[in-house]
C-alpha cells in the first residue's frame, strides 16, 4: 500500500515558472524525503524533512511540512528544462531506514 | 564512488524460465533494498536487508520470488518461474545508517517476460 499520494499527477508549465507538488500521507512519519526520477533512470534523493521541522531549502527546492494536515510540498522556483521528471515523497513507516513512495508527480517544463 | 550497480540492465525472457538481477550496493552502506516499479501498482519495496540479514520481506509478492544477500558488496533478485506479470523494472538501492538514510537507487533491471 502507498502511504503516500501526490497531487498533481501530472504539471506542465514554462520554464522559469514556479512548480509546487503537493504529498499527503495517513500515518506519523519521522521523516518524510523527496525524490526524483528521470525517464528511465533510478530515483535521486533531493531533499530530508525531519517531523520536527517545517521548512526546508537546498538551492531552487523549498519543502515544508505540516504534520498537523499530514502534508508536505515541495517547490521548484524558476523551473528549467532539465527539471523535467517525476517527483516523488516518500515516508517511513516503521523502520527508520524503510520507506513508502508515493504516487508521484509528473513534471513537465517547457522551453 | 560508482554508486549502485546493477545487471543486467534489459532482460526478455520466456514464461517459464529463470530470471536472476544482481545488485552490487555502495561501499560501506548497511543497507539493501530491492523495488519493483510498474504503471499500474507504482514504486513497490519487496524486501529490505541490513547488514546482509533480510528484516522484511512482506512486499514479496509469491514464493516465485526469493532474495539473498550472501555478503556486504553483493546482492541476487531471483524469479522462479517467472510470468508476464512479473514485467516491471526492478530498482535496487542502499543507503547507510550513518549518512542521513536516504536511498541511493540503482539504474534497474528493465524485465520483460513473454
Known amino acids: 500500500s502507498q502511504q503516500g499520494e501526490e497531487d498533481p499527477q501530472a504539471l506542465s508549465i514554462q520554464e522559469g515558472e514556479n512548480a509546487t507538488m503537493n504529498c499527503s500521507y495517513k500515518t506519523s512519519i519521522n521523516n518524510l524525503q523527496w525524490y526524483r526520477q528521470n525517464s528511465g533512470r533510478g530515483l535521486v534523493h533531493l531533499i530530508l524533512i525531519r517531523s520536527n521541522e517545517r521548512e526546508k531549502h537546498s538551492g531552487r527546492l523549498r519543502v515544508t511540512l505540516d504534520t498537523s494536515k499530514k502534508s508536505s510540498s515541495l517547490l521548484i522556483t524558476a523551473s528549467r528544462a532539465a527539471d523535467t521528471a517525476s517527483y516523488f515523497c516518500a515516508t517511513d513507516s516503521g523502520g527508520y531506514q524503510k520507506v513508502t513512495f508515493g504516487t508521484g508527480t509528473k513534471l513537465q517544463v517547457i522551453p | ?114
Open chain 2, 1 to 114: 564512488d560508482a554508486g549502485v550497480i546493477q545487471s543486467p540492465r534489459h532482460e526478455v525472457t520466456e514464461m517459464g524460465q529463470e530470471v536472476t538481477l544482481r545488485c552490487k550496493p555502495i561501499s560501506g552502506h548497511d543497507y539493501l533494498f530491492w523495488y519493483r516499479q510498474t504503471m499500474m501498482r507504482g514504486l513497490e519495496l519487496l524486501i529490505y536487508f541490513n547488514n546482509n540479514v533480510p528484516i522484511d520481506d512482506s512486499g514479496m509478492p509469491e514464493d516465485r520470488f526469493s532474495a539473498k544477500m550472501p555478503n556486504a558488496s553483493f546482492s541476487t533478485l531471483k524469479i522462479q518461474p517467472s510470468e508476464p506479470r512479473d514485467s516491471a523494472v526492478y530498482f535496487c538501492a542502499s543507503s547507510s545508517t550513518l549518512a542521513g538514510g536516504w536511498q541511493f537507487f540503482g539504474p534497474g533491471t528493465r524485465l520483460t517476460v513473454l
